[in-house]
């Protein structure tokens, strides 16, 4: 079974800092997805990043990457420019590669909290 | 387009009854999921559909929990004599399918309260 941990329950930074979230999982699997789902208020998730573990370049969207250690089952998020926006829950999760769908294994959740 | 919707938002019921969670995923979307959310975790999965088939219910906690898909689109989840530790927020998601990875599209979920 794999698991996902975020070690980190809450971090807070002023607005346009740069701030890094930490995940690390544990799987037996070889091929797999990694995802960052943001979930503010609102409750709804929002897709923020994703990344293939078969691909060795990071992925980056806009103000958000993600730094890969895939030896180490490491998947930190890094926010530039941070925003009062980006305030919300942020979730790491897990979903092994496989034809047809598959679940998703989600860390605990860290808050993050944008002080302007 | 419209994304995953699902009602109600709020549902506030008694120990005991039987309650019903609805979930209007993406259009030609064929794979459906139902996650549990309790207080300050992160969700939890409980059953995945592809089309009308349950493919997954592993996640379900105990007989108590239903779940369908008759047409492939719409899903609708089902708690029988609940119970209060049945309070959390039910989140509905939907994808693609045919191939893995795919992203998976979050609804606003739906509060229920067993008081």
């Known amino acids: 079974a794999q698991t996902v941990t975020q070690s980190q329950p809450e971090m807070s930074v002023q607005e346009a800092e740069t701030v890094t979230l930490s995940c690390t999982y544990d799987?037996?699997?070889?091929?797999?997805?990694l995802f960052w789902y943001k979930q503010p208020p609102s409750r709804q998730m929002i897709l923020v990043i994703r990344?293939?573990?078969?691909?060795?370049q990071n992925a980056t969207e806009n103000r958000f990457s993600v730094n890969f250690q895939k030896a180490a089952k490491s998947f930190s998020l890094k926010i530039s420019d941070s925003q009062l926006g980006d305030t919300a829950m942020y979730f790491c999760?897990?979903?092994?590669?496989?034809?047809?769908?598959?679940?998703?294994?989600f860390g605990q959740g860290t808050r993050l909290t944008i002080n302007p | 387009g419209a994304g995953v919707s699902q009602t109600p938002s709020n549902k506030v019921t008694e120990k005991g009854k039987y309650v019903e969670l609805r979930c209007d995923p993406i259009?030609?979307?064929?794979?459906l999921y139902w996650y549990r959310q309790s207080l300050g975790q992160g969700p939890e999965f409980l059953i995945y559909?592809?089309?009308?088939?349950?493919?997954?219910d592993s996640g379900l906690p105990n007989d108590r929990f239903f779940a369908v898909r008759p047409e492939g689109s719409v899903s609708t989840l089902k708690i029988q004599r609940t119970e209060r530790g049945d309070s959390a927020v039910y989140l509905c998601?939907?994808?693609?399918?045919?191939?893995?990875?795919?992203?998976?599209?979050f609804g606003p979920g739906t509060r229920l309260t067993v008081l």
């Open positions: 990344q293939e573990a078969y691909k060795q």
């Open positions: 999760a897990f979903m092994k590669r496989s034809q047809g769908a598959q679940k998703l294994v």
């Open positions: 259009s030609g979307h064929t794979a």
């Open positions: 799987t037996s699997e070889n091929n797999y997805y």
């Open positions: 559909f592809q089309g009308t088939g349950a493919a997954d």
């Open positions: 998601a939907s994808s693609l399918s045919g191939t893995g990875g795919n992203t998976q599209y």
